[in-house]
């Protein structure tokens, strides 16, 4: 089974200061991979995803990340912090189980903090 | 489009209760999953529906079971609750063609609180 590892289960960056949030992943085989971000009291909200071609992927508010196969990582970054920002990021790998069945494997969230 | 309609947003049963959750998927969507979100054990996949019929299921006990209805509608159930089974319930919704980048649209989730 694939796993996700964020390092970080809480980073604390300051208005205007680049935030970067780390995803490493565990795969024998080219994976799918995804970020998703959720506010409080809410469910997850897909922020991008890397599926193939290019390796830098931008997302919504800002956000990007960029595969490195060989450091097998997919880290989120946004060079710029907005109070927005604040929420719970988490990084996700699509897993094969079976024939053409996939399911998400998570990794257990990083709390950003954004101070003033 | 509307999202993923999650309810009720917030429960409160007593331990041996048993409780049932209830998913509308988006429009179109034929698969449904379904994950329990807790702080310590974070976001845990615990089954996932699509046509009616099971394809993946994580693991959970027996007393964690789910149904799919012919509109796409979910339903989870959680038999003799126990207080670890507190949790935010999350349904998450995907067109389920078998793609693997195809992404989980997410509802707003049912707090279970097991007193």
């Known amino acids: 089974a694939q796993s996700v590892t964020q390092l970080g289960s809480h980073v604390s960056v300051s208005e205007g200061a680049l935030v970067l949030l780390r995803c490493n992943y565990s795969?024998?085989?080219?994976?799918?991979l995804f970020w998703y971000v959720q506010y409080p009291n809410q469910g997850l909200q897909l922020l991008l995803k890397?599926?193939?071609?290019?390796?830098l992927v931008k997302g919504i508010n800002g956000f990007e990340a960029e595969f490195k196969k060989s450091e097998t990582s997919f880290h989120l970054t946004k060079p710029s912090a907005h109070m927005s920002d604040a929420a719970e990021y988490f990084c996700?790998?699509?897993?094969?189980?079976?024939?053409?069945?996939?399911?998400?494997?998570f990794g257990k969230g990083t709390l950003l903090t954004v101070n003033p | 489009k509307a999202g993923v309609t999650q309810t009720p947003r917030y429960l409160i049963k007593t331990r041996g209760q048993q409780v049932t959750l209830s998913c509308s998927p988006i429009?179109?969507?034929?698969?449904v999953s379904w994950y329990q979100q807790t702080p310590g054990q974070g976001l845990q996949f615990l089954f996932e529906?699509?046509?009616?019929?099971?394809?993946n299921k994580g693991n959970f006990p027996g007393r964690f079971s789910g149904r799919q209805f012919s509109n796409s509608r979910s339903e989870m159930n959680v038999s003799t609750l126990e207080l670890g089974d507190s949790a935010l319930y999350l349904c998450?919704?995907?067109?389920?063609?078998?793609?693997?980048?195809?992404?989980?649209?997410f509802g707003n989730g049912t707090r279970l609180t097991v007193t």
């Open positions: 998450a919704s995907s067109l389920g063609t078998g793609n693997s980048n195809s992404p989980l649209h």
């Open positions: 795969s024998s085989v080219p994976p799918y």
């Open positions: 890397y599926t193939t071609g290019a390796t």
């Open positions: 996700a790998v699509s897993e094969n189980s079976g024939g053409s069945n996939y399911k998400l494997t």
């Open positions: 429009s179109g969507h034929r698969s």
């Open positions: 529906y699509f046509s009616e019929t099971q394809r």
